[in-house]
């Protein structure tokens, strides 16, 4: 082969993978856009000049930062194995109309859900502070699953600087974390 045959065969080469590339930037930018949700997780208390004492509450919130409408289905924990395999999901129960209602024994399993997330908007889940489950630390991961079936997580350093605070619950409401029952 000569040198002109070399260069058109490259030429023809990268005008292949150019085409490829434009067709999937216009794919994912434009016909079948993924919402980025940014998820935070944290032990918050609520002040009001009305309580007698300052109730704390997990939160566990999601905004959408676009570009298009995303819908969330449920709340979730995400297990792993010693190596790095997922050994599980569960489910949370988030707390029912909070901080309307400060019993924080209404969770349900749904609460809030499906919730339709319009670019720049957040929803917030709550759970409660004295969650057993939480508090065991054992779980890689957690966050909300969209109808896609996407997972979007909260930094792991939101699991680690909330977990004394859950355990300090735990401890204030009798129950032993370790193994999952009151004392």
């Not at 032990?43 to 999601?62: F, K, N, T, W, Y």
């Amino acid at each position: 082969m000569q040198t002109a045959d070399w260069a058109l065969v490259i030429s023809i080469f990268s005008l292949v993978v150019s085409g490829a590339s434009f067709v999937w930037n216009v794919w994912s930018k434009f016909i079948y856009p993924k919402p980025v949700v940014r998820v935070s997780f944290a032990m918050v208390q609520i002040v009001g000049d009305d309580l007698d004492h300052i109730p704390e509450v997990l939160r566990l919130s999601a905004t959408n930062m676009g570009p298009g409408d995303v819908t969330l289905s449920n709340a979730l924990i995400k297990f792993r194995g010693h190596f790095g395999q997922i050994t599980g999901y569960a489910l949370l129960s988030t707390l029912e109309e909070y901080p309307r209602y400060l019993d924080d024994t209404r969770g349900r399993f749904g609460v809030g859900f499906p919730a339709k997330i319009a670019v720049g908007e957040t929803f917030t889940a709550y759970l409660a502070p004295a969650h057993w489950r939480l508090a065991k630390g054992d779980y890689q991961r957690i966050g909300f699953t969209d109808t896609f079936n996407r997972n979007h997580w909260a930094p792991r350093q939101d699991i680690l600087r909330a977990l004394p605070y859950i355990r300090e619950q735990c401890k204030k409401a009798k129950i032993d974390w370790r193994a999952g029952r009151p004392l």
